[in-house]
């Protein structure tokens, strides 16, 4: 296990609303991830960083924005909420230096009503 | 952009069928490619992975994958499933040198006891 934590794990909120997920990872990675997992999709990345303030664009970045302050934290934010961003969300980081393998966070579950 | 494309949507298949799950890829370059699995519940799991070399490689519980390079292919195998097989498995590609890792929508595998 990498030391990967998502919070929160479940969240139900509403329309409109802002909602930021969080990924604490404890063995200094360099490089992170957000997925979203959507049934028929798959996975599907949003943002990545690549270091403490360097981010950049997936292939459904629109509507999130991502942020990293400091190498154990990667934040997802949704400005406002859609119904169309109900989904499970994933972390995940890359282990090993040209290992290039995912690990993957538990997950959080956002139902937008 | 690259694409990861998995034919079956969901199988079903009986305990000690054989199995064989395809997945194709778009990119043109140097890529590494990676099997993950994801048990009911449960966030996903790295299988096997291909970087360089024997184009078969085998993987955790018996499971198998073939690189074919002239069909841009990975397909993943294994002889004889288990109830204990039953899961989502993902096919991913990452360019060489570039830690942008893209999932396939996944196949729903259903092993019968």
């Known amino acids: 296990d990498a030391g990967i934590t998502q919070s929160p794990r479940h969240k139900v909120t509403e329309t409109g609303t802002p909602v930021t997920l969080r990924c604490h990872q404890t063995?200094?990675?360099?490089?992170m991830y957000w997925y979203r997992q959507d049934p028929g999709h798959g996975l599907r990345l949003i943002h990545y960083?690549?270091?403490?303030?360097?981010?950049d664009k997936g292939e459904v970045s629109d509507g999130y924005s991502v942020s990293r302050s400091k190498t154990e934290d990667f934040l997802l934010t949704l400005e406002s909420a859609t119904s169309s961003q109900t989904s499970v969300y994933f972390c995940?980081?890359?282990?090993?230096?040209?290992?290039?393998?995912?690990?993957f966070g538990a997950g959080s579950r956002l139902t937008v009503l | 952009a690259q694409s990861v494309s998995q034919h079956n949507h969901h199988v079903i298949l009986s305990e000690a069928a054989s199995l064989e799950l395809g997945c194709n890829y778009s990119?043109?370059?140097?890529?590494?490619l990676f099997w993950y699995v994801q048990y009911p519940g449960q966030h996903l799991q790295l299988l096997l992975k291909?970087?360089?070399?024997?184009?078969l490689v085998k993987g955790i519980k018996g499971f198998e994958a073939e690189f074919i390079k002239s069909k841009f292919s990975f397909n993943l195998r294994k002889p004889s499933v288990q109830w204990s097989d039953t899961a989502e498995y993902f096919c991913?590609?990452?360019?060489?040198?570039?830690?942008?890792?893209?999932f396939g929508a996944g196949t729903r595998l259903t092993v019968k006891p």
């Open positions: 291909y970087f360089s070399g024997d184009p």
């Open positions: 990119y043109g370059g140097t890529v590494n």
């Open positions: 063995e200094n990675h360099r490089y």
């Open positions: 960083s690549y270091g403490v303030k360097d981010t």
């Open positions: 991913a590609v990452n360019p060489y040198n570039n830690n942008d890792m893209r």
């Open positions: 995940a980081i890359l282990q090993g230096s040209g290992a290039n393998v995912l690990t």
